[in-house]
Every structure is written in C-alpha cells, then in structure tokens.
C-alpha cells in the first residue's frame, strides 16, 4: 500500500457507493474520512478497511448543515492535507408532479444540491492554499435531462452539475481538478434491487442480467480514472452505464 501523506474525505458514505469510494482511496494509501448520516453505520466498512492496513475515520455527519460540513473538512484536512473530496449525497425520489410536495421538493434539493455547494466550497477553502487538490461530484441520468415523476430530483442533480460546473472553470486554472460523474444506469444496491422487485416481481430479480446494473466498485474505479489524469488532459465530465443500458 502506497502511503500518500494525504486525505480524501467521502459525503455520502454510504453502503455501497460511498463505501467503494472510501475502500478504493483507502487501499491507494489515503487517509480516508467517510461522513454518513448516522455514523455508526460505518463500523463494518471501518473494520474491512483497517484489516487490510488501511486508515479511515468515520463521522457522522448531516451534509445539510454548513457547520458539520465545515468541521468535517477541517477535520480531513487536519489528518493530513486534503487532497480529494468526493460528494456522493443521493437522494433519489420519484413524485409525480401534482404530488411532489414543498417539504418533499426542498428536502431534495437541500441533500442533492445545496450539501453538495457547501461540500465543494469548503474543500476548495482548503485546497487553495495548498495549491492543489481534487473534487468530485456525483450526478445522475437526472443530470442532464428530466425524467417523468422526477422533477424534485432533476433539479438538484441540474443545481449540482451547474455548481461543479463552475467550480470547474473557477479552480481548474489554480490547480484544483473539479469533475462531475453521471451514473447513467441503476446501481446494484439493496434500494435498487428492491425498487427492481416491486415493479417487475420476483423473477425479475432472479433472472436480472448483469449487464444491467452497475456496481459500485466500478464507480469507484471512474473516480480513480479521474484523480489520476494528468492536468493537461482533465476531465470535466464523465458519464458511465452498463453495456446493457440503452442511452
């Protein structure tokens, strides 16, 4: 393992993703701090990680809140310098249109957008004067284009993507690499599998072919791809499906 004397810090650490993420920085030899809702959720990830050598801190954090937001950070970067940041707050929900509430709409777009805003702030207040860094953001097919039944979620993901955006051409030009992910496919997760079962039955769960749905360390593997770019060839956006999603 590969020691870097640096941080990554992962909003969003959640099960399967965010836990990929954390894993991944972790075996390159980051010193990784995950923020989750309920951070007691992250013992077994911590535990896997540690097993194999690893270091990794885990928070509880609400990314809706600036002071946690900016403690956590500061945190990450007191470890050792913050070198990535990775935003991987979901909250996807489908309402139809008459249905989607203010509470349901604003709640949305505060865990999709708003935390991802003041994730991308307070990693690049920290990043500056160190004259470098990286930070990621991850998007989705509502990114780009609204879907029927999801308007709250497309959005957010829209308000994300214009964020990162400009952080991009704000940062790129002092050293800091800002890019935005677009799963453009189901992840293979629990939620996933359940929404999969609810609408298409049992069989389709026990015939799911598997070229339909992501998997997370395959996210993983594409923030690797982007930290590693050299600068002269950055990223700015990168969009990922299955071999079997149509796009």
């Not at 950070?73 to 989607?100: K, M, Q």
């Not at 594409?222 to 990168?238: G, K, N, S, V």
Request: aromatic share 8%; hydrophobic share 45%.
């Amino acid at each position: 393992m590969e020691c870097r004397h640096a941080t990554a810090a992962v909003i969003g650490a959640g099960d399967f993703i965010g836990s990929a993420i954390a894993r991944k920085f972790a075996t390159a030899g980051f010193t990784v701090l995950a923020g989750r809702r309920n951070g007691e959720k992250l013992a077994p990830l911590i535990n896997e990680v540690e097993a194999t050598g690893g270091r990794i801190i885990g928070r509880s954090l609400d990314a809706r809140k600036e002071d946690e937001v900016i403690e956590f950070l500061r945190a990450a970067d007191r470890e050792a310098p913050l070198e990535v940041c990775i935003f991987n707050v979901g909250a996807n929900v489908h309402f139809p249109l008459v249905e989607t509430t203010e509470r349901v709409f604003r709640k949305v777009w505060e865990m999709a957008c708003y935390a991802g805003f003041l994730a991308v702030r307070e990693s690049a207040r920290l990043m500056l004067p160190h004259g470098r860094g990286a930070i990621f953001v991850t998007g989705a097919t509502a990114s780009l284009r609204g879907g029927a039944g999801y308007a709250a979620f497309a959005a957010a993901k829209a308000g994300l993507r214009g964020v990162a955006q400009s952080a991009a051409r704000e940062l790129g030009p002092k050293n800091i690499h800002v890019a935005h992910l677009v799963i453009d496919a189901g992840v293979d997760t629990a939620w996933v599998r359940e929404r999969i079962r609810a609408r298409e039955g049992d069989a389709a769960l026990r015939d799911l072919s598997p070229d339909r749905l992501m998997q997370p360390s395959s996210v993983a593997d594409a923030y690797w791809t982007l930290y590693q770019q050299p600068r002269d060839a950055w990223t700015f956006e990168m969009d990922i499906r299955p071999f079997g999603e149509k796009w």
